[in-house]
């Protein structure tokens, strides 16, 4: 069974300061793919990253990063110089390395709030 | 705007209507999926399609009736719903051939069962 852990239901920060969202995963698969989504408030996720589990190395995206750690089962999402449009709910999700269409299992999720 | 558009935005309805969503795409995607999104819960899988046929029913009650007549769009037809069926119903797209290709949502439909 596969699963993910978004420990932090929400998250408030002032502009500017940095945020890290984590994320845990679980699953017995040996090959995955990870994706984070950010969900505005107008309803539709938007795609952010993917990443296979065979490629560990960090990602930077203008003030996005990301930190996958295969042997600590993690894949967090740094925002730095955080900006108001940055509100939002923040999704992790998985799914296996497979042919044909995905079978995505996500986090619960983490809302971000950030004050101007 | 993500190329999938999903009608109608909100819904209201009582235990004993039928109505269905329906769900767009014009990505040239071939495999579509329903999601629902509920407060107490994280986004749960319901169905999946890819090129038309249904490769996943995640356990759902059959009060859900999934139809997918070809890769550009797909329904959810709903009768006897019960109030904990109240929640956002997001559909999705993505190129089926395999599950590297992310997925493209719709704006949802907010279904409130009274």
């Known amino acids: 069974a596969q699963k993910v852990t978004q420990a932090q239901t929400e998250i408030s920060v002032v502009e500017k300061e940095d945020v890290t969202l984590d994320c845990v995963y679980e699953t017995r698969d040996t090959t995955y793919y990870l994706f984070w989504y950010k969900q505005p408030p107008s309803g539709e996720l938007v795609f952010l990253i993917r990443?296979?589990?065979?490629?560990?190395q960090n990602e930077i995206s203008g003030r996005y990063s990301w930190n996958f750690q295969k042997s600590t089962s993690s894949f967090n999402f740094t925002i730095t110089a955080s900006q108001v449009v940055d509100s939002a709910v923040y999704f992790c999700a998985l799914t296996p390395i497979i042919q044909g269409a995905q079978k995505l299992v996500f986090g619960q999720g983490t809302r971000l709030t950030i004050n101007p | 705007e993500t190329g999938v558009t999903q009608t109608p935005r909100h819904l209201v309805m009582g235990m004993t209507n039928k109505k269905s969503l329906k769900c767009e795409q014009h990505?040239?995607?071939?495999?579509m999926y329903w999601y629902k999104q509920s407060a107490k819960k994280p986004l749960e899988l319901m169905f999946v399609y890819n090129f038309k046929e249904q490769t996943e029913n995640n356990s759902v009650p059959s009060r859900f009736s999934p139809e997918c007549p070809n890769s550009s769009h797909l329904f959810l037809h709903l009768h006897t719903l019960q109030p904990e069926d109240s929640a956002l119903y997001l559909c999705a797209s993505s190129q089926g051939q395999a599950s590297s290709y992310e997925q493209y949502f719709g704006p949802g439909t907010r279904l409130t069962v009274t």
């Open positions: 990443r296979n589990s065979f490629d560990e």
């Open positions: 990505l040239g995607h071939n495999a």
